[in-house]
């Protein structure tokens, strides 16, 4: 699986926007880009996923750059919730099984 | 309930004992997978499955063994526990799908394990 570079953390205070960067510079044309996020104590949880179009849904925003070597996930409004370790993962397209390859994530801090 | 579950949630072992991590999910996904993260680290595919009896290696298999007799188990034995595999343990489960765009990977809540 292509490689991708997140920031180690970030902080945020609540209620503003969030927005994660992910760098995949080395990404290929039928890579697919998932983004996974890890509450504390808990498993990881799927937020959202994209292949060329920017994507919507009720947990986040994914925009993707033109060349599709960078990403970024957006909370339009953090809470106190969202404070977690977020994961950009590349799944390749012939991926059967949704195999992904987790690297460090960003660890998202929330302020009150 | 539906979903994916895992025991033991938390379990202390001394150095050789066999320990087995029992995972179950009710969706009758095909695939089925076990990570591992140790503290302060991502996660790192130990075996996966794609349907019962078929099995396979991830990045760090050595130590563990795995069956998938029931499509919806799949559990992992570590045949003689080494303080090294003190880590928490997820076990995953997806639909297959033929192309990346589908199946996204539900997680359990984690297995605790402490090798003494």
């Known amino acids: 699986d292509a490689k991708t570079t997140q920031p180690n953390s970030m902080e945020s205070n609540e209620e503003e926007p969030v927005h994660l960067p992910c760098n995949h510079s080395t990404i290929s044309g039928t890579d697919y880009i998932h983004w996974y996020r890890q509450l504390p104590s808990q498993g990881p949880e799927y937020v959202i996923h994209?292949?060329?179009s920017n994507v919507n849904n009720r947990m986040a925003s994914l925009a993707i750059a033109e060349d599709r070597k960078s990403s970024t996930l957006i909370l339009h409004r953090a809470t106190l919730r969202d404070a977690a370790v977020y994961y950009c993962i590349l799944r390749e397209a012939n991926n059967a099984g949704n195999m992904l390859t987790f690297g460090g994530g960003t660890r998202l801090m929330v302020k009150p | 309930d539906a979903g994916i579950t895992q025991s033991p949630r938390y379990k202390i072992t001394e150095t050789g004992r066999q320990v087995t991590l029992m995972c179950h999910q009710t969706w009758s996904h095909s695939y089925m997978f076990w990570y591992r993260q140790d503290l302060g680290h991502g996660l790192r595919l130990i075996y996966y499955s794609a349907a019962a009896d078929i099995t396979d290696k991830g990045e760090v298999p050595d130590g563990y063994v795995v069956s998938r007799s029931k499509t919806e188990n799949f559990p992992l034995t570590l045949e003689s526990a080494t303080r090294s595999q003190t880590s928490v343990y997820f076990c995953?489960?997806?639909?297959?799908?033929?192309?990346?765009?589908?199946?996204?990977?539900?997680f359990g809540e984690g297995s605790r394990l402490t090798v003494l």
């Open positions: 994209g292949l060329t």
């Open positions: 995953a489960s997806s639909e297959f799908g033929r192309t990346a765009n589908t199946g996204e990977l539900f």
